[in-house]
C-alpha cells in the first residue's frame, strides 16, 4: 500500500492587519512586547502600504499552486503566525500523514532561518505525536528554474529603464540581513547569496552586479552588510545612474519588498538621482511554482 504523502510548506508569517501588528511583533521577540517606538515604526510601515501585507494569501496560493501541481496535500505552517508550524504538523498527525516534504518558502539555507524551520518541525512532531517521516529541502538558491525565472524577470526590469541608462545599470541582488555571527561561525547564507547572483549574472549577460542585504532586525547585534542603502550611496559616489534591485531572498510581496525596497529603498535612490527599477516576486507565478513542484516532486522521489 503506498504511503500517504503531503508537503509542509513553512513561512514566516505576517500581522493580519495593522490591530495585529503588537501581537506578531511580541511574538517575534519571544514574549516581550516591543519599546513604544520600534512598534509605532513597524505598525507606521505597514500603514505606508496600504494597512496590511498580501503576504498570507500569497503563501497559501504558492502551498495550493504546488499540492495541485502535485496532486498531494499542502499542510502550511508559519513561524509568527497562525497557522503555526506546531498547527500544521498536528494537522499532518490527525490526518495520518506517513512522509512530508518540507518546504521553506526561503531559497538560501541559514541555521537562523531554514534550520530553525526544521527545528520547529521537530518539536512539533514530538508534541504532536507524528512518527511520520520529514525529508527537508535545505536550499534551493541555484536550482535551474529559479535560476532561470530570476534571470528572465532581471531581463525585463532592465527593459523597463530609458535605453540610455541600460548598458550602466548595476543590478543588487538582496536577501533579508542576519546577524553577522551566524556567518562568522561557517553558516553559508551569505555564499549561497551570492552564488544566486553569480548564476543570474551568468545567465543574464551582466557586467556590474552586487550582493546586499536588507531589512536587518533593530538589535545590538552587528548585522550583515553592506546595506541596500549604503550600496545605493556607494554607487552614487561611482556616477551611476540606475540599478535593478532583485531581492531574490524573498519570493512573495511583503513589507521588506514593498516598504524596504520600493518606498526606502527608491526613495534613497531619487534623492541620488539613481532610477531604480525592481525585478517583480515570484508570488504565484505558474513558471515558479512548475519549479518549485519540480523540486518537491524530485525531493518525494528521492525519498523513495
Keep these: 500500500m503506498a504511503e500517504t504523502r503531503a508537503i509542509l510548506v513553512m513561512a514566516y508569517g505576517t500581522p493580519r492587519g495593522l490591530d495585529d501588528v503588537e501581537a506578531y511583533y511580541t511574538h517575534i521577540r519571544r514574549g516581550r512586547p516591543p519599546p513604544p517606538e520600534l512598534l509605532e515604526e513597524l505598525t507606521d510601515r505597514y500603514r505606508a502600504i496600504g494597512g496590511r501585507s498580501p503576504l498570507f494569501e500569497i503563501t497559501q496560493a504558492q502551498a495550493d499552486g504546488v499540492a495541485r501541481r502535485l496532486e498531494v496535500p499542502a499542510y502550511l505552517g ?36 531554514i534550520g530553525q524551520y526544521a527545528a520547529a518541525a521537530e518539536r512539533a ?79 543574464a549577460g551582466l557586467t556590474s552586479w552586487r550582493i546586499c542585504w536588507q531589512s536587518a532586525g533593530r538589535t545590538a547585534d552587528r548585522w550583515l552588510g553592506p546595506d541596500i542603502l549604503d550600496i545605493l550611496d556607494a554607487l552614487a559616489e561611482e556616477s551611476t545612474k540606475a540599478v535593478v534591485v532583485c531581492s531574490c531572498g524573498f519570493v512573495a510581496d511583503h513589507l521588506e519588498v514593498l516598504y524596504d525596497v520600493d518606498i526606502e529603498a527608491k526613495a534613497r535612490a531619487d534623492d541620488l538621482g539613481i532610477a531604480l527599477v525592481r525585478t517583480r516576486s515570484p508570488n504565484d507565478d505558474p513558471e515558479f511554482l512548475d519549479m518549485l513542484a519540480e523540486l518537491v516532486g524530485r525531493a518525494m522521489r528521492g525519498a523513495g
Design 78 to 113: 508559519q513561524k509568527h503566525q497562525t497557522p503555526y508550524i506546531s498547527d500544521a504538523v498536528a494537522r499532518m498527525a490527525s490526518d495520518g500523514i506517513e512522509r512530508a516534504v518540507g518546504l521553506v518558502l526561503a531559497p538560501h539555507y541559514s541555521a537562523m532561518s
Design 125 to 203: 512532531a514530538e508534541v504532536s505525536g507524528w512518527t511520520g517521516k520529514l525529508e527537508m529541502i535545505e536550499s534551493w538558491n541555484v536550482e535551474p528554474g529559479y535560476i532561470e525565472w530570476l534571470s528572465t524577470r532581471v531581463e525585463d526590469a532592465l527593459a523597463e529603464l530609458p535605453e540610455h541608462l541600460r548598458a550602466g545599470t548595476t543590478v543588487i541582488f538582496s536577501a533579508h540581513s542576519l546577524p553577522a555571527r551566524v556567518v562568522d561561525q561557517g553558516d553559508p547564507y551569505e555564499d549561497q547569496l551570492r552564488g544566486t547572483g553569480e548564476a543570474v549574472a551568468t545567465r
